[in-house]
Every structure is written in structure tokens, then in C-alpha cells.
């Protein structure tokens, strides 16, 4: 997230504004990291796991939140759409499990749309950097929106499919959840490690090192992926006949 710069002869209510939003926005991503490192790593469904998942939730909401309006103060389009996929992705996980089994609603379809929104971005946005003579787009490079649309992509299609199915349960319903708040926390690892390497000592800042918080995340993603689809550990268990 690019710092807001204030005039110098800004009201201090607005400079306490933006100091504050600043420390929100990087209090909520370096929590959210934390917490986010710890649920996907420990066993789901156990207290530990359900109580980062909490923090993480509420972290990377604030840190999202406060990412996208921002970003729309200064004409950042590209951070823009990334602040809403990030919430997108962290609220309709939240809500994959918050829903009953089998149950949809307006909700749903306010995500499908948002989503779409989304999708439809990543997919202008890389015309336009393709365009342009210096391959960027609002000055960055033109990675991200590959991610937007293909990413945005995959959830619209995933929403619609349970908009259409009345809902969704059983390890789909798991499957739902760890996907999207994975993926959250990629985007949040890879906007800090790849993004803001001017953070870390010098010493490593073109170092491949940066790369592994984000890469460590995929591959758990993957993981989860496959022990929910291929295993029975998340299959509700089959009651004996008495």
C-alpha cells in the first residue's frame, strides 16, 4: 500500500486520519500473516486453529478495508482491485462456513458480481498494460492482473456453481473455505515479501529468499487441496448399524 502524503498545511484531524489508517493497515497485514502462517498450519478444526482463523479474518478485513479506499484516493487502480479481491476472498470463506449446508442467499450473489467486477479488471487491465509503451499499468508491472483474472475467474465460476446448486457441503463446503483463505494470505505475503522488499535489510533484498513466505503458501494451498478432495479426513463419519 503506497503511503498517503498529506500537504504540510493538511488539518491535523486529516493527518491523524491517515496516520491512523497507515497503522491499521500494517498492524492488520503483519497480524493477519501471523495468524494466517498458524492456521494453516495447524490441525483444522481444533480451538488453536478456529482462533487464528478468527484473527486472521478480522486482520486481513482491516487491512483490505482500509487498502481499497485509500488506494481509490489516489488513483491506484491496480491496489484497488487487489484490496477487494483480498476481502472477497476472506469474507466469502468466512461465510462458507458460517452458512448452513445446502443454503444460499443475497449474499452469494453480491459476491458473485463483486467478483466478476474483479475478473473483469484483471482481464481490461492487461490489454491496456499490453498497450502501453511501457507494459505497465498505473506505473506497476503487469503481474497481478493475470492473478486477478484468473483467479476472479475460478471464484465466479465456484459462486455461480453454488448459487445454482442451492448451496454447497460435505469436503466441497472445507474445500470452499481453505482455498479462499489461502489464497488471501499469498496475496497478503506476496504484497509484503515481492511488493515492499525496501522493508527488509539490503542484504536480502534481491534475494530469492523473498520468494519462499509465498511460495510456502501455495504449496500448503495445494496440500490442503488434495487431503480434502482425495482423503477421507474431512468426510463426515458413516455411523455403524446398531
Known amino acids: 500500500m503506497a503511503v498517503l502524503e498529506l500537504a ?72 484497488i482491485v487487489a484490496a477487494v479481491l483480498t476481502f472477497y476472498l476472506v469474507l ?57 483474472a484468473f483467479v476472479g475467474g475460478i471464484a465466479a465460476i465456484s459462486d455461480l456453481s453454488v448459487i445454482l446448486r442451492g448451496g454447497v457441503s460435505g469436503p466441497q463446503r472445507i474445500a470452499r473455505h481453505l482455498w479462499r483463505m489461502c489464497f488471501a494470505l499469498f496475496i497478503a505475503a506476496g504484497s509484503l515479501f515481492l511488493g515492499q522488499p525496501q522493508v527488509f535489510p539490503e542484504a536480502i533484498r534481491q ?4 520468494f519462499g513466505p509465498p511460495l510456502a503458501t501455495l504449496v500448503l494451498l495445494v496440500f490442503w487441496m488434495l487431503r480434502v478432495r482425495l482423503t477421507r479426513a474431512f468426510r463426515p463419519a458413516v455411523e455403524s448399524p446398531a
Open 8 to 79: 504540510a498545511d493538511a488539518p491535523w484531524i486529516a493527518r491523524a486520519a491517515a496516520a491512523s489508517a497507515l497503522v491499521l493497515h500494517i498492524g492488520g497485514g503483519g497480524l493477519g500473516l501471523v495468524s494466517g502462517a498458524v492456521a494453516v498450519t495447524v490441525r483444522k478444526g481444533e480451538r488453536l486453529h478456529r482462533a487464528a482463523g478468527t484473527v486472521f479474518f478480522v486482520s486481513m478485513l482491516t487491512m483490505s478495508g482500509i487498502a481499497g479506499p485509500v488506494s481509490v484516493m489516489m488513483g491506484d487502480r491496480v491496489n
Open 92 to 148: 466469502t470463506a468466512w461465510m462458507a462456513v458460517r452458512r448452513k449446508e445446502g443454503e444460499t442467499g443475497l449474499f452469494e450473489i453480491g459476491a458473485l458480481l463483486a467478483v466478476i467486477g474483479v475478473t473483469v479488471a484483471g482481464v481490461a487491465f492487461i490489454f491496456e498494460a499490453a498497450a502501453s509503451p511501457t507494459g505497465m499499468i498505473d506505473g506497476q508491472p503487469p503481474q497481478a492482473n493475470y492473478i486477478f
Open 207 to 210: 534475494s530469492p529468499i523473498l
